[in-house]
């Protein structure tokens, strides 16, 4: 939003006026190492393989790889990566403060139609020289991705983002997440309830809530991203579009008697 070569304006004063100081417009973030990118790359990997490793069984991991590395660095990565371990636990992904928590409403239900539940997950993109986060929107009877959004911070705006974008498309009864603070925000609650949706969110020690998304992210990794090494943003834009109109229009799923999510949520 800063145009450093505008004539009208100074730096200082298009500053001002976003709020922002003029030291935090030239600041330029230090990039994470080579090594620490290789590091997050095959720490995703594995995670997919064993969502079940936390940062002690990481550690083991990459260290019978032959990398000399301690708990400290690897629990740093997967925290700025946003994975944590997947297993029966007192608490589930921290909401933020003072953000409210809602019950889980899909205990016991049997998923038997379209827009009956919908849900929201991120997850981590390596790229050939950073990584993103990608947020989706996916329908649990028909799998069909109804929306997602790319973003360089795990804050809460692109998921809201991918919310709207969704509900341009339909309305579930049922929205599910995590605990996480991007769906525990009061934006992204509030714009579920103003839509007359009933929000849940995963309880205490459901380790499988989320296996939808889970399975989404395990497919478009191995599928897309890790076979195109993107080395841009726009690149990873343009391949995930490709890839999520293959995904919802031509790939079939087993689950779904080899029918499409397309033709499962539009009834083709």
Known sequence: MVD????????RRQGKLLGLSRSSIYYQAVPESALNLHLMRLIDEQYLRTPFYGWRKM??????????INGKRVRRLMCLMGIQAIYPRRSSSSPGQGHKRYP??????????????WSADITYVPMLRGFMYLAAVIDWHSRYVLAWQLSNTLDGIFCLDALRQALSKGR??????DQGAQFTADAFTSCLLAANIQVSMDGRGRALDNVFCE????SVKYENI????YDTVRE???????????????????????RTPAEEHFVL
């Open 4 to 11: 450093v070569a505008d004539p009208t304006l100074s730096v």
């Open 59 to 68: 550690v083991a991991y990459l260290r019978r790889l032959g990398y000399a």
């Open 104 to 117: 889980y409403l899909l205990r016991n239900l049997p998923i038997t139609h379209v827009n009956q539940v």
């Open 172 to 177: 579930p009864k049922i929205f599910n997440t």
């Open 215 to 218: 399975r989404l992210w395990r």
């Open 226 to 229: 890790y076979l195109n090494q």
């Open 236 to 258: 990873l834009q343009t391949g995930l579009c490709v890839y999520f109109d293959f995904y919802n229009h031509e790939r079939p799923h087993q689950s779904l008697n080899y």
